[in-house]
């Protein structure tokens, strides 16, 4: 499954609340609609006043050519489409989102652990968007979070699903991955993770301190953004 995924920064002079209730009430019924979209996934923060971005919008698609042509590619962060409900979605978000301030990531997902049997709604998310060391090549970062971080990930405690994205064009990518961590509660979120005001913190247990140390092997703390937030189902038409 390939899926876009989007940081949302409001416009400046906007307030959260106005920015969520055009997101909710304006966009959602547009972006549900788009050409293409299977599954869509919105995530809001649980602490507006610690969190690095507004929401995060998700949006799946079985072909990579149908996201490309509703949300454009890699290295387009503006663009035309073609599609009716597409280009509507595409001129509304200029009503509440600023564009340039809007990270985003068109990826494949892998699923690492699922306890969920794939039913996230209402769980709470810490999504990390992932920049590998400097002087690391891609292929290195690659390698080393799939066969050395992610079976100590998956220990987490209270960790119920666990999902990879991989950027399907990394050359032209924002991030060079993002890591999917969902729980049930989010005090086990924050005792495994940290709070969404400490971008380092140093966890108890010991199946949490692992992976933390182990972060420091491959990514570049400082340049990595990170959302904690409840999922909400917006859509889903997946088999």
Do not use: C
Request: proline share 5%.
């Amino acid at each position: 499954m390939y899926k876009h995924v989007a940081l949302l920064v409001r416009k400046a002079g906007l307030s959260h609340d106005a920015f969520l209730d055009h997101w909710r009430e304006t966009h959602t019924p547009i972006a549900r609609d788009i050409e293409g979209v299977v599954r869509y996934h919105q995530v809001l923060p649980v602490d507006r006043a610690a969190t690095e971005f507004d929401g995060i919008a998700e949006l799946y698609f079985e072909e990579l050519d149908a996201l490309y042509d509703a949300l454009g590619s890699e290295g387009s962060r503006d663009y035309d489409p073609s599609r009716r409900v597409a280009a509507q979605a595409r001129a509304d978000v200029d009503s509440f989102l600023d564009v340039e301030q809007r990270p985003r990531l068109i990826g494949e997902e892998t699923v690492e652990l699922d306890a969920v049997d794939g039913d996230t709604e209402g769980l709470y998310k810490h999504s990390a968007f992932l920049v590998r060391k400097d002087g690391m090549s891609y292929d290195a970062f690659l390698d080393h979070w799939v066969n050395e971080h992610v079976p100590l990930a998956r220990e987490i405690p209270g960790v119920v699903r666990y999902t990879r994205v991989t950027p399907t064009d990394p050359e032209h990518a924002e991030f060079d991955g993002i890591a999917e961590l969902y729980f049930e509660e989010l005090d086990a979120l924050r005792a495994g993770l940290g709070h969404e005001s400490s971008r380092d913190y140093d966890p108890n247990h010991p199946k949490a301190s692992a992976p933390r140390e182990d972060v420091d092997n491959f990514l570049s703390i400082e340049d990595r953004p990170r959302f904690v937030g409840q999922e909400r189902l917006i859509k889903d038409e997946t088999e």
